[in-house]
């Protein structure tokens, strides 16, 4: 996990601002969260139980987990064998 990761995501979450996420990925500042929430820990807990250990990662309505970057036509190939 990135070092600043977990604090970015912390405040997007307490704010539920898109904005904040888009400012995040594009390496600009985003303040301290303003409030508690367990809802990363909880995530990074369910993702350790699915066997989740990168991203990205897509589960598929079969249950199948597709670990790292693909392609669109890998993408759609993969939602086509899902469906």
């Known amino acids: 996990m990135h070092k600043d990761s977990?604090?970015?995501a912390k405040t997007v979450i307490c704010e539920k601002s898109l904005a904040?996420?888009?400012?995040?990925?594009?390496?600009?500042?985003?303040?301290?969260?303003?409030?508690e929430t367990?809802?990363?820990?909880?995530?990074?807990k369910l993702a350790e139980?699915?066997?989740?250990?990168g991203t990205p990662a897509l589960i598929m309505p079969n249950?199948?987990?597709i670990p790292?970057?693909?392609d669109a036509h890998s993408l759609i190939d993969?939602?086509?064998?899902?469906?």
């Open 6 to 8: 977990y604090g970015k």
């Open 20 to 35: 904040l996420l888009e400012d995040a990925f594009a390496k600009k500042p985003v303040p301290q969260a303003k409030c």
């Open 38 to 44: 367990s809802v990363i820990n909880d995530t990074m």
């Open 49 to 53: 139980i699915l066997g989740i250990r």
């Open 63 to 65: 249950g199948i987990i």
């Open 68 to 70: 790292g970057y693909k």
């Open 78 to 83: 993969a939602i086509d064998k899902a469906s």
